[in-house]
């Protein structure tokens, strides 16, 4: 791998930038390898150098439907954080969060970490003493949480409308300040060039159509380029989790495809330096380095494997928006697309052994896989290289929800339209 | 994305709620085996492509529909009266879906 650093940033100027080596090859399939990640979105790739770097697996391979990063990955509003309560997942979380801190260094790739603070509006007092609550938990687990008061969250986000006869009146916040935004394609690219460098064959245009079994076992994968086998199968594949178990004969899971919209407006100056999110509904926004605002909001809370969305949450999302950031109602919007969520029954993932053997499964993310990204692919190398779970991810079991252990740190039941 | 309501007609999609897939059955409560009762609350097909599910008109009749709609289309095929009224669109509206 051609190290990236200042230096080599002259010398490539020097001769015209005409000689930069492309940052990953292309591969063809081999026959067989030692592991297989079917998925190359962030959690795959990520799966794949974690399983070269912690654990010497070199000989595997990602294969991807159709390029490299095409899905969840692109498609995100770029959120990192690990401000949850409950400590099956906020210990993960947070060991996602530290891996972030030291991500670009690792993949020598600059994935623009950046810690730029997330701010929970509070607009009541009992949602106030709710957020003090998960502060608590938070801090408890060593997590960065500050609760703010009405003037602090004034002077930290200039545009909001803090007026006291807005129809949400703001109360305070709940600010995460290690907590930020990264470059999202970033991360799918240096994590395909870490894995890459060490090894791992990177396979795109290669659909999974089937698997290969022998007594009961998964053995390997039939793909549109021809038969692979591997005595380790891993499925990373978000929207499209229970399509591709299906192929494997896994009839039902704890899983509903939902569309989730993101939106971005044309480019503006500098004037949101933090991430917010609105607590009167569900709204979270951001300002990229390119100066749009990227935002999103619920999904559309109905089955849909379609990447794209309807009219009324467009409606919803915008006079959210306009309601916190009044300035947002005069500028036109840029795009906005949709992407197919893994909503799992209690909000929380999956990251487990089986459901077959020789088959690893990493699913459920709900909205909120992009921030999970590293410890995502952390934990689910641990789970496939050692055949168990890591502590981190041992809640996270498929069958928690059969023994009654599920992990819903919303409160909201068994809908995934809800979490 | 419209729903055509067998009772109010063809209406937007903001008019109703979503309840999910319309398939799962509750076991009887006196089945004690609990992975019927896992099945029920936790385990879906998911499709893509024909999807069997229960919409509320919350916001006009509030009856419960069975809509047949296509999760990758969303083209809806057959919308039904669920619940009590089942099988009754004809009679109540002069027309089905």
């Known amino acids: 791998m051609q190290k990236y650093s200042a230096l080599s940033l002259l010398r490539n100027a020097l001769s015209g930038h005409r000689d930069w080596q492309p940052a990953w090859r292309k591969s063809d399939p081999k ?72 991500l670009s260094l690792d993949l020598n790739y600059n994935v623009m970490f950046s810690q730029r603070g997330v701010l929970n509006l509070a607009h009541t007092p009992s949602q106030l003493d709710d957020y003090a609550r998960r ?39 709940l600010l995460q300040p290690r907590a930020g935004t990264a470059r999202h394609d970033a991360v799918a690219w240096g994590y395909a060039r870490a894995a890459d ?68 407006s044309e480019p503006v100056k500098p004037i949101l330096d933090c991430v917010v999110t609105f607590g009167a509904g569900h709204l979270y ?69 089986g459901p077959l053997p020789g088959l690893y499964l990493n699913a459920g993310w709900c909205y909120g896989g992009f921030k999970a990204t590293p410890a995502s692919g952390w934990c689910f190398a641990w789970t496939m290289a050692k055949d168990e779970p890591h502590p981190l991810n041992a809640p996270f079991t498929l069958d928690r929800f059969q023994r009654g252990y599920v992990l819903d740190e919303r409160g909201a039941g068994p809908y995934p339209k809800m979490h | 994305m419209r729903i055509h309501c ?33 099945a029920y609350v936790f385990e879906r097909e998911n499709p893509r492509g024909p999807h069997v599910e229960l919409w509320h008109h919350i916001g006009g009749c509030r009856h419960w529909l069975r809509v047949t709609r296509d999760t990758l289309t969303h083209e809806i095929t057959s919308v039904e009266m669920a619940g009590r ?4 669109a004809a009679r109540i509206s002069g027309a089905g879906a």
């Open chain 1, 31 to 102: 026959p067989a390898y030692d592991a297989i990640i079917v998925g190359g979105g962030g959690h795959g790739l990520s799966t794949a150098y974690y399983l070269a770097k912690e654990h010497g697996l070199t000989n595997i391979a990602v294969l991807e439907k159709g390029w490299l990063g095409s899905g969840n990955i692109g498609r995100n509003t770029t959120i990192v954080r690990s401000n949850y309560m409950l400590p099956g997942n906020n210990r993960f979380y947070e060991w996602s969060m530290k891996l972030w801190e030291g």
């Open chain 1, 135 to 173: 502060g608590n938990s938070m801090r408890l687990e060593g997590i960065d949480a500050e609760l703010l008061g009405r003037e602090e969250v004034a002077r930290m986000v200039p545009g909001l409308d803090m007026s006291p006869n807005a129809r949400f009146p703001v109360l305070g916040g």
């Open chain 1, 197 to 264: 460098a060490r090894g791992v064959d990177i396979i795109e245009n290669c659909e999974v159509t089937g698997f290969l079994r022998e007594g009961g076992r998964i053995v390997g994968v039939e793909t549109t380029r021809g038969e692979i086998r591997a005595p380790k199968v891993g499925v990373a594949v978000a929207g499209s989790t229970s399509q591709v178990l299906r192929l494997a004969g896994v009839e039902r899971l704890p899983i509903e495809s939902h569309v989730l919209q993101a939106f971005v």
């Open chain 1, 285 to 353: 926004i951001s300002q990229s380095d390119k100066g749009g605002l990227v935002f999103g909001g619920d999904i559309d809370k109905y089955n849909s494997y379609a990447q794209r969305g309807n009219l009324p949450v467009v409606e919803h999302v915008m006079s959210e928006v306009s309601a916190m950031l009044p300035f947002v109602s005069r500028l036109r919007l840029l795009r906005n697309w949709g992407g197919i969520m893994d909503m799992s029954m209690d909000g929380s993932p999956i990251i487990t052994t």
């Open chain 2, 6 to 38: 067998p009772c109010c007609g063809p209406r937007g999609v903001a008019e109703f709620s979503y309840g999910g897939d319309g398939t799962v059955r509750r076991p009887d409560l006196s089945v004690t085996d609990t992975d019927a009762h896992v």
């Open chain 2, 85 to 88: 009224f089942a099988g009754e």
